[in-house]
């Protein structure tokens, strides 16, 4: 009987472990691979948690991610954002913690929501993004920049070079960059 047993659940092993490499494919690279972006000033710690959709010969901007409607910004999970201290994200306030970050991309600017709400994925069965509006913190709108190269994966970067330090995100030839600054824990 237990030999009987053994043979079972080694089929059965077998099969799921068929299954999983050749329907599943689970040993094949993301389509769009998490990555993250990190930057450390002093004391200042930030990190961004995201996935890299490719551009694939695809028009992204207006078409694969339209425009005037909220964006997951990336792919697959809640795009996710960090932060140990209190910061000014363009003139609006920020607490210390974590958060998960939109967008509304449009023609000429982006709106950009950081919310409080941790979410587990990106969109719901529907394909509709799983951002609740009741949970932004802050809601800015950047302008876009039109950049010379084509950016084949979505990326999103900490930018300090000119002192002032800035989220960046870009894909495909569109750039937008969000201002951030410490809160000065000065008291007058």
């Not at 005037?68 to 210390?96: H, Q, S, Y």
């Not at 600017?109 to 609740?132: I, L, T």
């Not at 870009?170 to 951030?180: G, H, M, Q, R």
Request: charged share 30%; no cysteine; proline share 6%.
């Amino acid at each position: 009987m237990l030999k009987r047993l053994l043979i079972v659940l080694s089929i059965l092993a077998l099969g799921l472990l068929l299954y999983s490499v050749f329907v599943e494919n689970i040993f094949s690279p993301r389509l769009s691979p998490k990555d993250s972006a990190e930057i450390a000033l002093n004391d200042l710690n930030l990190k961004v948690e995201y996935n890299r959709p490719s551009k694939r010969e695809r028009d992204i901007f207006g078409a694969l991610v339209p425009f005037d409607k909220v964006w997951r910004t990336g792919a697959n999970e809640a795009t996710t954002f960090k932060t140990n201290k209190d910061l000014t994200i363009n003139g609006m306030p920020l607490k210390k913690g974590k958060y998960t970050i939109w967008t509304v991309p449009m023609k000429d600017s982006w709106k950009v929501m950081f919310n409080s709400r941790q979410y587990e994925w990106g969109v719901d069965e529907k394909m509709e993004p799983m951002w609740d509006p009741n949970y932004d913190v802050i809601e800015i709108e950047v302008p876009t920049k039109e950049i010379d190269e084509t950016v084949e994966e979505f990326t999103i970067a900490f930018d300090n070079t000119t002192g002032n330090l800035k989220l960046t995100m870009a894909w495909d030839s569109t750039k937008i960059e969000v201002p951030i600054e410490e809160q000065s824990s000065e008291k007058p």
